[in-house]
């Protein structure tokens, strides 16, 4: 069947359609084969964008809802991420049973959630966790009551069946795969020069200053920054690596590529020194032939992704009474003696007005600034310094294994030299950690970072689900070119905040002596930001969002609240 050309532009509703059914109808048969086109199913999933924007036209408005009903605890912990799973786990640890997690999705887990499509485990976001060294000790901690981490013989060892699978990663590139990310098979002497200079450069900033994971651990709040991480910061990773005389095209695409997996957007937005704090804050960067090339640090990873650990995070909430998800927070006032939370129940359509002592604002630092009642200047200068990352998780099911070009077998990570999709970041592999050998259905977690777009927000609220689907569809058929025929369903994820992006000047700006104070002893080497009443608690205080540092604020957050 063919469509005329129509004789006028269509509008933005007919163009939709069409796009959906060119997508619809992607798994039709090749030329001269009799196969039933498939009817590709999916939707939007996990996030309500709906309800965060409603949230946000209410807060214009200025004119909330009064409460109709008072709940009471001892503390509040607004907003249900990684960092507030972790300020719960602390209170809980400190003896504090008498509080209550309000969270706007329905299920608690910010970025690092877990979703089932056709019936398989997959990430909905974060998807791994590297193994923490000794300046995570929080995460350490929790990993051990986890099991997944043990004394033996005198050492510490992980559990096997949690540790990614080999193979961990490849790369498409030149038309085959590769293994590793780097590329490598092909590229001439100049190339393997650059990398190895900029192998020698890590390691040289990495012993003139000191670069930890989670970040803050580095800084204590009373100094000055380093020489070195002031003469980083003052700069795109970009501008750093032209003044380094490191132009090579394909040691820039992969550091490009570093900077959008982590960070949400690219070198010419990123810090120089969150360039150079991707590798020398775990495990280095080892060019081809460098001695350790081998021997880096294991990666902890589920079909679900981080999904695992905020679900074990989450349950003794649940059980406990402690987690109201489907809860927008509304407004947050800090008394004299203490602090109101209203919030809208979602489910029932109220507002309720929670009393307590303490609260921990766990929440984006953009929506804290928003909510809480004469903000102290701290909270509303870091909202306006920020910028945040959108990003897009596509999860395509497919029904048996896909044909693979040739080159290094198929890995948990897959990812795709220049892709052509903007931001794409390629695919997980959700049953690469299957025990059973026998290959199946599976799901496919596809990344598109969307920092770098100007518009990238808006088109990920306006643009419909097959604009999306399609996109990463055609982004996988060069290397799997029977995906059509393969995929059943893609349920697109939606982050219009995903992270905030560590811009040029932001870490001097959030570590400036004196900004933030730690009120607790505990927490003294951990500067946190707090008010008498109010301890905030959020990667975007560190400027970048993974596990370490949402998960370490939100442990030191409720060490200040228990008091």
Not at 175 to 199: D, I
Not at 505 to 530: I, M, N, S
Request: with cysteine; hydrophobic share 40%.
């Amino acid at each position: 069947m063919s469509l005329a050309p129509p004789s006028s532009p269509p509008s933005p509703r007919r163009r939709q359609l069409l796009q959906a059914a060119a997508l619809l109808a992607a798994g039709s048969a090749l030329p001269g084969c009799e196969k039933a086109p498939r009817t590709l199913e999916g939707g939007f999933a996990g996030i309500d964008m709906q309800r965060g924007h409603a949230l946000r036209e209410m807060l214009q408005k200025g004119s909330l809802p009064e409460p109709s009903v008072v709940r009471r605890a001892q503390v509040i912990i607004a907003g249900g991420g990684v960092a507030g799973l972790a300020a719960a786990r602390s209170l809980r640890l400190a003896g504090v049973e008498d509080f209550a997690l309000l969270e706007l999705e329905d299920q608690a887990g910010g970025n690092s959630r877990g979703a089932m499509v056709g019936g398989i485990a997959c990430p909905m976001g974060a998807h791994y966790l590297p193994v923490p060294g000794d300046d995570a000790s929080e995460v350490q901690d929790l990993l051990e009551e986890l099991g997944l981490r043990q004394r033996v013989a005198g050492r510490w060892r992980y559990d096997e069946r949690h540790l990614c699978h080999s193979p961990q990663e490849r790369l498409y590139f030149e038309g085959e795969w590769q293994e590793g990310l780097l590329p490598v098979q092909g590229v001439g002497e100049a190339t393997l020069a650059q990398y190895r200079r900029f192998s020698e450069r890590v390691d040289a900033l990495s012993k003139a200053a000191r670069f930890t994971m989670p970040m803050l651990k580095a800084f204590d709040g009373k100094r000055p920054l380093s020489p070195t991480h002031q003469a980083l910061d003052a700069l795109s990773f970009g501008a750093w690596l032209t003044q380094e005389g490191l132009d090579d095209a394909h040691l820039r695409w992969y550091l490009d590529y570093c900077c959008r997996d982590d960070y949400g957007a690219g070198m010419a937005r990123v810090s120089a020194w969150a360039g150079i704090h991707y590798f020398a804050s775990r495990h280095g960067f080892h060019a081809p032939g460098d001695a350790g090339t081998d021997d880096r640090e294991g990666v902890l990873t589920w079909p679900e992704g981080n999904g695992w650990l905020t679900q074990r995070l989450a349950v003794p909430l649940r059980e406990g009474g402690q987690l109201a998800t489907g809860t927008s927070v509304l407004r947050i006032t800090e008394g004299r003696h203490g602090v109101e939370v209203d919030a809208l129940n979602h489910a029932s359509g109220n507002v309720e007005r929670w009393q307590a002592p303490r609260c921990v604002v766990a929440l984006p630092v953009f929506l804290a600034a928003r909510v809480v009642r004469n903000p102290p200047a701290f909270l509303t200068e870091t909202a306006q310094r920020l910028s945040w990352a959108p990003w897009l998780v596509a999860n395509i099911h497919i029904d048996a294994p896909l044909t693979d070009r040739a080159g290094a077998a198929p890995a948990w990570d897959n990812v795709l030299y220049a892709d052509a999709n903007p931001g794409g970041l390629g695919y997980v592999d959700a049953g690469h950690q299957r025990l059973d050998p026998r290959p199946g259905p599976t799901v496919l977690t596809y990344y598109q970072a969307l920092g770098d777009l100007p518009d990238g927000r808006q088109q990920l609220a306006t643009q419909p689900w097959a604009h999306w689907a399609q996109a990463a569809m055609q982004s996988l058929a060069g290397p799997h070119p029977d995906l059509a025929e393969r995929a059943t369903r893609v349920d697109i994820t939606r982050y219009g905040h995903a992270m905030s992006i560590p811009t040029p000047g932001l870490l001097g700006w959030l570590h400036q002596p004196g900004r933030y104070r730690a009120p607790d002893k505990r927490v003294a080497v951990l500067p946190t930001p707090a008010t008498a009443r109010l301890a905030f608690a959020h990667s975007d205080w560190s400027g970048y969002s993974v596990f370490e540092e949402a998960f370490t604020r939100g442990h030191a957050a409720g060490l200040v609240a228990a008091g």
